[in-house]
């Protein structure tokens, strides 16, 4: 790897529509910084949530290259992308993605639990990450008790517990009002700085991008640069 923390080389991704093929990415590249926040805007359907998928290893560019910390997720097997996304990629949802079955606690234990994390040490990562997040009372609740705002908080501890190196946010605050993703967009933006992550947030919202060290357009297909911030 030559430059950056995380760096896209020409990736390219379509996908099939009917008797269509609809390019997403053509040909983009990027390259950034460790412990730098990005926001990604663009218009809906331009494919901010298809390059995250590409970035977290979910999904397989056409073509092109992602490195993250040095590995190539492009080179890696299904097997081998999904062991090193529960190792390093915390991943935030618009609806939360919570399991509604379980409790505030076991949803947050559960990327230790997928990485061999038990006993004490569960207790050692997750109770000090509700803590952060203000829910650590609210440990014993399922999802459908908490307010949006709640589980979206809920799904941050979850996305941090395992101290990823990287934090994927995909427009976190969709499904909130503006007061409360104000305060869900502050919550993050502390939290992943205090421990120096690397933070790529899409959203639509300016005001939320402003927020970011660097903010990039998506714009047909490419990656464009708005505002490196000093």
């Not at 995380?6 to 008797?19: A, C, V, Y």
């Not at 998928?53 to 999904?82: C, H, V």
């Not at 190792?87 to 609806?95: D, K, S, V």
């Not at 395992?162 to 009002?177: I, K, M, Q, R, S």
């Amino acid at each position: 790897m030559r430059d950056g923390f995380i760096r896209l080389e020409g990736l390219t991704k379509s996908f099939q529509e009917g008797p269509h093929t609809r390019v997403v990415l053509r040909d983009t590249s990027a390259d950034f910084a460790p412990g730098t926040s990005v926001a990604i805007l663009g218009k809906s359907g331009s494919g901010k949530s298809t390059l995250l998928n590409l970035i977290s290893g979910i999904d397989r560019p056409d073509a092109g290259t992602i490195w993250l910390d040095g590995q190539n997720l492009t080179a890696m097997n299904e097997r081998q992308r999904t062991l090193f996304r529960r190792r390093a990629i915390g991943f935030i949802f618009q609806f939360f993605n919570l399991i509604p079955t379980l409790t505030v606690w076991e949803n947050v234990i559960l990327p230790l639990e997928l990485s061999g994390v038990n006993g004490e040490a569960l207790e050692q990562h997750a109770a000090p990450m509700l803590d952060a997040v203000g829910l650590l009372d609210r440990r014993d609740t399922f999802p459908d008790r908490l307010s949006g705002g709640e589980q979206q908080r809920v799904a941050i501890a979850r996305a941090l517990v395992h101290n990823p190196l990287l934090v994927l946010a995909d427009e976190p605050t969709g499904n909130l009002d503006a007061e409360t993703g104000e305060h869900i967009l502050t919550l993050l933006d502390r939290l992943t700085r205090q421990a120096g992550k690397n933070l790529i947030l899409v959203t639509h919202s300016a005001d939320a991008a402003a927020r970011a060290d660097r903010m990039v357009h998506l714009e047909d297909g490419r990656l464009v640069e708005e505002l490196l911030r000093k």
